[in-house]
């Protein structure tokens, strides 16, 4: 079995920007690692936002930030 990408939702996270707090306006891939773990202590907000920092921890925890950028610059938001 092989396990296909969700193109459309990872063009949705790598261009999700932080909609709160300190770092408003950064994309979740430029999110310190740390920021990402305080929210997994504390607990991640409810919804879209929640799912996509789940994920995102996941990504950096994996090493597949590079991906995330590669999809950045080679499909721009309009």
Avoid: C
């Amino acid at each position: 079995m092989e396990i296909q990408p969700n193109k459309g939702k990872l063009l949705e996270l790598a261009h999700y920007k932080m909609p709160f707090g300190k770092y408003k306006g950064s994309y979740l891939v430029d999110l310190p690692l740390a920021y990402l773990v305080w929210f997994r202590q504390k607990g991640f907000p409810k919804g879209k936002l929640g799912e996509h920092l789940i994920t995102m921890l996941d990504v950096k925890d994996n090493g597949l930030e590079p991906m995330i950028r590669k999809i950045q610059k080679e499909f721009p938001r309009e």
